[in-house]
């Protein structure tokens, strides 16, 4: 069974956390986060640096994120610069961005 994490709405966490689970983000985080699998809930409010295979954003990311897979909900908002390898954006979805780069046209 995979291991999952999950963050609930009234908590904080604050620091760094590196783990192959995946993590679900109700409430705060501030800090760097290296998982496989990230989703940020509608409440979900995430600062600092994201690591991760697949990112999921509903609620609010202020961070820079190097992710395989972003996806964009409709009530997402990303301000952070990004590395992705695929990435879909919900309409209604905000990105607040200086740099979106595709990590595959860096590797020709």
């Known amino acids: 069974?995979?291991?999952?994490?999950?963050?609930?709405?009234?908590s904080f966490f604050k620091g760094s956390y590196a783990g192959s689970g995946d993590l679900e983000l109700y409430g705060s985080f501030e800090g760097s986060l290296?998982?496989?699998n990230l989703h940020v809930r509608k409440s979900g409010i995430f600062v600092g640096?994201?690591?991760a295979q697949n990112v999921v954003v509903e609620g609010e990311i202020n961070a820079d994120i190097q992710a395989e897979n972003i996806h964009?909900?409709?009530?997402?908002?990303v301000d952070g610069e990004i590395m992705y390898r695929n990435i879909v954006i919900d309409s209604g979805g905000l990105l607040k961005s200086q740099m979106v780069q595709n990590m595959s046209k860096l590797e020709k």
């Open 72 to 77: 964009l909900k409709s009530t997402g908002i």
């Open 34 to 36: 290296n998982v496989t």
């Open 1 to 10: 069974m995979k291991q999952s994490i999950k963050i609930k709405e009234d």
């Open 49 to 51: 640096f994201i690591s």
